[in-house]
């Protein structure tokens, strides 16, 4: 299958992109110009290079109005994390994403998403290709009932990888920090593993397609706390050559992995959630700008 | 979900360290007192009561740290737990100025007054309001006030550098007197600590409500 036009531009100019070139951003403070005005300075997008440009981004589940007037910057090799009470639209924007939300029935997505550039809302862009480029790991750990190589390995066959599938297993269960755990058990049932492994598992399959952008929707929340500790540690490595996405309920978790924060709220259970504050990490969780992060995070919300 | 068991454990905490500053006021003016009315027991009291401001300075930290490790405190309830921290520390150390006072008032309590007391007790007032001020401003979260009162810090510099500048001709006129001299410019130093100290929990109040570290008191002198 051919990518788009436009993508296939994008990807390539990926190629170029070296982790020196990008480390370098100053955090901003100029504020955006935001679609809801009265937003005002407390959303403030980073300077850095950024890998995702949301403008004005809306989602409706048929009739009802799960998300809107969403728009911010995401830097490239950065953690953003997003959180927020429950129904208040962090999954759904994070699916906006990948164009996930398609395979939801009635879901409409307005606004534009930009990935380097390039709306992946635009007609001509492929969904698959948007989801080899930006991968997802879930809130469950969900590997195939299949041999931990062929996990690894099946999404890269059919994403027409091309190399030596065993290094290929191997680099990716490497950068996925699960490498010395099961060297020697490879052809070992992915489902005999224990649930933290699973997830690094998840992060291997979702790694060997060699995407640009990893989604993280609470990938922890079904871990313990050593395997959560495990997969922090893996996401902050990882920073350093993927940009990473992540919803969380856990709070601690958010600040302990994130470089930015946004927050959002919902007017109610899943109506109309909107962004209320984004900025760096530091500054959301010691000194929030709008009283409802403040509420939040200081555990005073509801 | 308001969190009330932590919200409590909060305000107390703070009150504990409000009732430490009550306690160092008290041990100001009674070592100023113990000093100008040569009162060898209140000076002796004085130096007991900061063992009590020492031990209670212990306890508020080992309530922030538990606090921290609990409960995981953010945004303006961490500003205020780091708050209580250096505020206590600040008053404890205060304390011990108010202790340095009450010795000196000792050592001196045989000896005949050098001069009549004037600025020693006009510094001594300046600092004890700008610590009362500073309490006050903590409690209301008054900025205004906060900055106020960091600029009253030059006033006591000034009566430092004064009583300072007094006492060293005293020594240099009649060398008999350098010993006596040199307590008092002990004393006035006990107090220009002090005062400064008052601006740190001052610099506390600014980072409390305004999220920002500062070293607001930059003096003249």
């Known amino acids: ?157 059919i994403n027409g990888i091309k190399g030596n599938m065993d290094e290929i297993v191997e680099r990716s269960l490497r950068q996925a920090a699960l490498w010395d755990e099961v060297k020697d058990d490879l052809k070992k049932s992915a489902l005999a593993l224990s649930g933290g492994q699973q997830q690094r598992l998840c992060i291997a399959r979702a790694l060997a397609v060699q995407p640009d952008v990893i989604l993280m929707d609470e990938p922890c929340s079904s871990l313990d706390p050593i395997a959560t500790l495990k997969i922090e540690d893996l996401i902050r490595e990882l920073c350093q050559n993927y940009t990473i996405i992540i919803v969380t309920h856990n709070m601690q978790q958010a600040a302990r992995v994130s470089d930015y924060t946004a927050f959002m709220l919902a007017a109610e259970h899943g109506l109309n959630g909107r962004l209320i504050e984004y900025g760096p990490t530091t500054e959301i969780f010691t000194h929030p700008r709008d009283r409802r992060t403040e509420d939040y995070i200081t555990g005073r919300f509801g | 979900m308001t969190r009330s068991g932590f919200e409590r454990q909060l305000a107390e905490v703070q009150e504990d360290m409000l009732v430490m500053a009550g306690m160092v006021e008290t041990s100001i003016i009674q070592s100023i007192e113990a000093l100008r009315l040569r009162d060898v027991a209140l000076a002796r009291r004085t130096i007991e009561n900061d063992a009590e401001i020492d031990r209670r300075r212990y306890e508020v930290e080992e309530r922030c740290i538990e606090l921290i490790s609990l409960q995981a405190p953010l945004a303006s309830d961490l500003r205020t737990i780091i708050s209580v921290l250096h505020i206590s520390v600040d008053l404890e150390r205060m304390g011990d100025h108010a202790e340095g006072i009450a010795k000196i008032a000792l050592m001196l309590a045989d000896e005949p007054p050098l001069k009549p007391y004037i600025d020693i007790p006009r510094m001594a007032e300046v600092a004890i309001d700008m610590l009362h001020g500073s309490v006050e401003a903590y409690k209301m979260r008054d900025t205004k006030r906060a900055r106020e009162i960091i600029d009253m810090d030059d006033v006591v510099d000034g009566l430092y550098e004064q009583v300072y500048h007094e006492l060293l001709l005293f020594m240099i006129d009649d060398p008999t007197l350098t010993q006596r001299a040199t307590y008092m410019i002990w004393v006035a130093h006990n107090l220009e600590r002090i005062a400064d100290r008052t601006t740190n929990i001052c610099e506390r109040v600014v980072y409390l409500v305004e999220g920002r570290l500062h070293d607001l008191n930059v003096s003249k002198y």
Request: charged content about 20%; aromatic content about 4%; hydrophobic content about 35%.
């Open chain 1, 1 to 157: 299958m051919e990518p788009p036009q436009s993508l296939a531009r994008t990807i390539s100019s990926l190629e170029h992109m070296t982790s020196e070139t990008t480390r370098q951003g100053i955090l901003g403070t100029s504020a955006e110009p935001a679609a809801a005005g009265q937003q005002g300075e407390a959303i403030r997008s980073p300077s850095e290079e950024t890998v995702f440009s949301l403008r004005d981004v809306g989602v409706t589940y048929g009739p009802k109005r799960a998300i809107s007037g969403i728009t911010l910057n995401m830097p490239l090799q950065r953690v953003t994390a997003l959180i927020g009470p429950s129904g208040c639209g962090k999954s759904t924007l994070l699916r906006c994403l990948n164009r996930m939300n398609d395979l939801i029935p009635n879901a409409r997505v307005s606004g534009t998403v930009e990935y380097h550039g390039t709306n992946i809302y635009d007609r001509n862009v492929d969904a698959v290709e948007v989801r080899r480029r930006i991968g997802m790991v879930f809130q469950k750990p969900n590997p195939f009932p299949k041999t931990i190589t062929d996990n690894v390995a099946f999404g890269a066959r």
